[in-house]
């Protein structure tokens, strides 16, 4: 089942044209007709008010034309009134300058409204996109990148459409029509003119595709760049902790030294560009002013006539040199742009919603999987999970232990669906959790409490109710309760109330852990997943937490990943892994009096010194 994630109707009139435009294919977003088409979009106006204002700056060179034409009659002869004459020339040239200004107004108010309207809007989609990519998407990316593309890869592309629009618009629509008007004054010199330009053209077609190689080099390393400090950032205590600052500016430095080596080179290439297209305008008005020169002297052309071609050739000009700046901005606009909407294009292989939902007086809890391999994509040829079979009776405890890397985590991911298994099948009540609705499943059917707690900046109250949203005040209450949190966040002078801090930096270890058992429980899942819930606490808070887990797992199918086999002894059943494969299964004692590599594990943590928790030998 491949999904594509709603998009909002607003912003389908911009986005299909442009994501079409960038990625050369269809954008995949809903098409003409869509209630966001009936009305008239903003840039549509501004091209139009864009056209007006260079179709009138056409006019302009004519008019100056004959301006000449009546000076240059008033320099030879005194006779007549040269006011009278100018008078309504001068005034239908005001005219014109007036309505240029205005029009010139319009559509760069229109124009600034589109973009920004398109920025957010490209952004909105893409970080929906990116929120619901698959989680092996992530092990691949580093958040540094995927934010980097949120922010300047979008304002580049931004940047770059406004400019072509405002710019580039107004001057190929004045180089066209002025191409018109040179054709209509002189077609040998116009011929002439154009038997150049395409030459022109072809060269800076050529150096034009370097450069767009160039700039996508140049930005991927920018996002590199950012990546490094995104994770130093993100992970200051660990840098602190490990005296690391020295080399995390040194690796910041050389990734940013090397993406201004790229950005100098794309400048350099930029430079040249538009330094050989500036020579070569130039000459082309050097040489219309020696041909046109000729011409006026074998009377072929009035003076006025040529004044009229200079200043149109002078529009070309500028407007070339304009497109040659345009240009640059382009080709960084036009990577930004694929960089943006290839993400919006990948298709989830899991989507977040869709499929069959369990009535919740039918749901058990049993969980079974089935001969299930597991390689994770972005390892596709190493087997984590190799022929694995295990069943989660309902409201029974299970505990995965064994060595470090055997994939016990992994069994975890694949029963939250973070991922599907390779081969065989993960069932919930003896449904295919590949026909289930992912969004049921995670939200109201399994709870997952990690060794590393994740709680976000807001309050402990809204922490709390992430677990479910339109959860009452009493039910957060009873949660926290529940998981042995209620009373030291009474005892905050805040309550319910206190901020956390970023990520929970203002609370213990211990703290974190019991809102994220009570940010569980308030679901009231019938699956619980205890990923080392407890191996990262000292021994008082981890009485306190594995005494609320003890709570929560009554009456719950719930399966334990351990490293520290005291915490599951009481397991109904405790499953002992070792590279991807199940070793042993049974209870405690049954393993104990079996004395294998359980019974060795129990041993070897016994004989541990006091405080080493982690500690798992190798077999
Ligand atoms: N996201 C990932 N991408 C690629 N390989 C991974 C990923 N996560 C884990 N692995 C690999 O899969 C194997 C099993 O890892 P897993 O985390 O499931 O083991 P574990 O038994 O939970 O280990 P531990 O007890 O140390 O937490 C390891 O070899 C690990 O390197």
Redesign the pocket.
Known sequence: TRVKPPLPAASILPLQHVGSLISGRDSGLPGPGSPATAAPAPNVYGRQLALGSALVNVQIPLLLGQFVEIVGKYTHDHLGNFMMEARSLGLHLLTLYTVQGVLTFGYLVLLSRLGERIAKDIRQQLFGCLLRQDIGFF?TKKTGQLVARLTADVQEFKSSFKLVISQGLRSCTQMAGCLVSLSVLSPRLTVILLMVTPALVGAGSLLGALLRKLSRQAQEQISKATGVADEALGNVRTVRAFAMEPQEEQHYGEELEKSCELSEKLGRGIAIFQGLSNIALNCMVLGTLFIGGTLVAGQELSGGDLMSFLVASQTVQRSMANLSVLFGQVVRGLSAGARVFEYMAVIPDIPLQGGHCIPHTELQGAVSFHNVCFS?P??PG?P?LKNFNLRLPPGKIVALV?????????VAALLERFYDPTEGTVCLDGQDLRNLDPSWLRGEVIGFISQEPVLFGTTIMENIRLGKLDASDEEVYAAAQEANAHNFICSFPEGYDTVVGERGVTLSGGQKQRLAIARALIKQPKVLILD?ATSALDGESERVVQEALDRASSGRTVLV?A?RLSTVRAAHQIVV?SKGCIKEIGTHSELMRRGGLYAELVRSQTLMPPGYKNYNPRF
């Open positions: 092990d994770y972005s390892r190493f984590v064994g060595l470090s890397g055997g994939g016990k985590s992994t080392e990943i490293h892994m």
